[in-house]
Antibody, heavy 119, light 110 residues
Framework: QVQLVQSGAEVKKPGASVNVSCKGS????????IAWVRQAPGQGLEWMGW????????KYEQEFQGRVTMTTDTSATTAYMELRSLRSDDTAVYYC????????????WGQGTLVTVSS | QSALTQPASVSGSPGQSITISCTGT?????????VSWYQQHPGKVPKLMIY???KRPSGLSDRFSGSKSGNTASLTISGLQAEDEGDYYC??????????FGGGTKLTVL
């Protein structure tokens, strides 16, 4: 069965960086695109960007340009999302999600990783 | 910049039907069928309910249906049940390989 398993919760100070991992299993990892979506406490879903696990091509939401880097390690079937220069308003649950073909929809989601930014 | 607008809340009684709208601006919704809908229960992971505006993932109840007209997509839930209560988000391709989510709609089953 398809699974996306994310790394555990993180607590960071303002200005620091965080790296969240997302390990895929149960499918051909390199055939899909992984997106990253975040959700601040009590707020809605926010698309951050995605990475093709086939060729490593990325697309980032303009708001995160220059602060985010998405990478993959296909041998480890794992995607990574690094967010730098953290601010308090980056406190959120960060999800990875698999894109369903070229439909721009997300059929499987990781369990979420809570990142708390606090001094 | 594309955006999606959803009503903040909708409600219905068990057995009734409700519809949640999602209106797009810019490149969102209007010129394609790349709209999806997600259900999220409190503290849980979002779940794909509808993709490509009207397609249901395998195994999903046919009480959930999607449609699109012009720049507005809609999610209809028929035969409302208590377990349908939660938050619903639309999502659309927004041009230049990007997507945008709507602000979410809280569904209350009375």
């Amino acid at each position: 069965q398809v699974q996306l398993v994310q790394s555990g919760a993180e607590v960071k100070k303002p200005g620091a960086s965080v790296n969240v991992s997302c390990k895929g299993s149960g499918y051909i990892f390199s055939s899909y695109t992984i997106a990253w979506v975040r959700q601040a406490p009590g707020q809605g879903l926010e698309w951050m960007g995605w990475i093709s696990c086939y060729n490593g091509h990325t697309k980032y939401e303009q708001e995160f340009q220059g602060r985010v880097t998405m990478t993959t390690d296909t041998s480890a079937t794992t995607a990574y999302m690094e967010l730098r220069s953290l601010r308090s308003d980056d406190t959120a649950v960060y999800y990875c999600a698999r894109m369903l073909g070229a439909t721009y929809s997300f059929d499987y989601w990781g369990q979420g990783t809570l990142v708390t930014v606090s001094s | 910049q594309s955006a999606l607008t959803q009503p903040a809340s909708v409600s219905g009684s068990p057995g009734q039907s409700i519809t949640i709208s999602c209106t797009g601006t810019g490149s969102a919704v209007g010129s394609h069928n790349l709209v999806s809908w997600y259900q999220q229960h409190p503290g849980k992971v979002p779940k794909l309910m509808i993709y490509e505006a009207s397609k249901r993932p395998s195994g999903l109840s046919d009480r959930f249906s999607g449609s699109k007209s012009g720049n507005t997509a809609s999610l209809t839930i028929s035969g409302l049940q208590a377990e349908d209560e939660g938050d619903y988000y639309c999502c659309s391709f927004a041009g230049d390989s990007t997507v945008v989510f709507g602000g979410g709609t809280k569904l209350t089953v009375l």
